[in-house]
């Protein structure tokens, strides 16, 4: 059974700046991508950004320039850096972790960016 965990959401100011991090773990686990999806209220989710085997990063046109994700030390982590946000970033971030069969999702951790 795969497990997915994210943490590092909370409650910052309109320019603050806050930092994800999501481990995923589990039995013979050979990830292939990490990434990060976001949904606000009443939205429908949307991926935010991705980082793909050596290294290839991609991302959502609202958050380039802001956030950066990152893969950690350790095997199956990785964080998501972002700066510089606004209220509109206000949403449950999600983070997922995809194999070469399917793509395992966390339960979310809630980034709220007041004005």
């Known amino acids: 059974q795969v497990q997915v965990v994210e943490s590092g959401g909370g409650l910052v100011q309109d320019g603050g700046s806050l930092r994800l991090s999501c481990a995923a773990s589990g039995r013979d686990l050979s990830i292939v991508a990490m990434g990060w999806h976001r949904q606000a209220p009443g939205k429908q989710r949307e991926s935010v950004a991705v980082?793909?085997?050596?290294?290839?990063?991609s991302y959502a046109d609202s958050v380039k320039g802001r956030f950066a994700i990152s893969r950690g030390n350790a095997k199956n982590t990785v964080y998501l850096q972002m700066n510089n946000l606004k209220p509109e970033d206000t949403a449950v971030y999600y983070c997922?972790?995809?194999?070469?069969?399917?793509?395992?999702w966390g339960q979310g951790t809630q980034v709220t960016v007041s004005s």
């Open positions: 997922t972790a995809t194999d070469s069969s399917d793509n395992y």
């Open positions: 980082i793909i085997g050596g290294g290839m990063t």
